[in-house]
T-cell receptor, first 114, second 117 residues
Framework: DSGVTQTPKHLITATGQRVTLRCSPR?????VYWYQQSLDQGLQFLIH???????AKGNILERFSAQQFPDLHSELNLSSLELGDSALYFC?????????????FGEGSRLTVL | AQSVAQPEDQVNVAEGNPLTVKCTYS??????LFWYVQYPNRGLQFLLK??????LVKGSYGFEAEFNKSQTSFHLKKPSALVSDSALYFC???????????????FGKGTKLSVIP
């Protein structure tokens, strides 16, 4: 158990809809990262938050947004969903801004868009 | 930009035999290299890392990795494979500092390791 909790584990929705994925980092970790894993693109970095502030953006679509709350949990919002958004979305946390490279991953939220 | 390549989508090895999962990297400065493992229906788990020092790095579950600067490789190895080692293995490189106190990992595509009883 990594200590990182993601909900929901599975989500099925329709095109055009909006969903919210939630992540609770390990106790004491200030950084939250979101990754998207798909068969064709592999593991893609989306966004990084540190202690409530956005620190870096990767290949995140404009239809997607995220935030980190004062209690350090984070939410990834996906809107106007398309079939191609179907993927496994991982949250990872670390104590620092990622300098050590050791990230602790949750078990992921599998999104299926029909 | 940093990148890693895992040339094999799948590696099959018999239980008890040594295993190697290959990774090559491309970085502009000193490499910070990592291996992660993903078991079915689970998140990624950190196995080991190379930052500096000995070229042979030891990690969790009996795994080790050999850093070779001249060949820009960081291959994952284990002397004797177990069926329970069957999983998806990812090589990763830490990006250069991008400012704002953030580093990210760039992952390879992953290699599926199957250990055959």
């Amino acid at each position: 158990d990594s200590g990182v909790t993601q909900t929901p584990k599975h989500l099925i929705t329709a095109t055009g809809q909006r969903v919210t994925l939630r992540c609770s980092p390990r106790s004491g970790d200030l950084s939250v990262y979101w990754y998207q894993q798909s068969l064709d693109q592999g593991l893609q970095f989306l966004i990084h938050y540190y202690n409530g502030e956005e620190r870096a953006k990767g290949n995140i679509l404009e239809r997607f947004s995220a935030q980190q709350f004062p209690d350090l949990h984070s939410e990834l919002n996906l809107s106007s969903l398309e079939l191609g958004d179907s993927a496994l979305y991982f949250c990872a946390s670390s104590e620092t801004g990622g300098r050590t490279g050791e990230l602790f991953f949750g078990e992921g939220s599998r999104l299926t868009v029909l | 930009a940093q990148s890693v390549a895992q040339p094999e989508d799948q590696v099959n090895v018999a239980e008890g035999n040594p295993l190697t999962v290959k990774c090559t990297y491309s970085v502009s400065g000193n490499p910070y290299l990592f291996w992660y493992v993903q078991y079915p229906n689970r998140g990624l788990q950190f196995l080991l890392k190379y930052i500096t020092g000995d070229n042979l790095v030891k990690g969790s579950y009996g795994f080790e990795a050999e850093f070779n600067k001249s060949q820009t490789s960081f291959h994952l190895k284990k002397p004797s494979a177990l069926v329970s080692d069957s999983a998806l293995y990812f090589c990763a490189v830490r990006d250069s500092y991008s400012g704002a106190g953030s580093y990210q990992l760039t992952f390879g595509k992953g290699t599926k390791l199957s250990v055959i009883p």
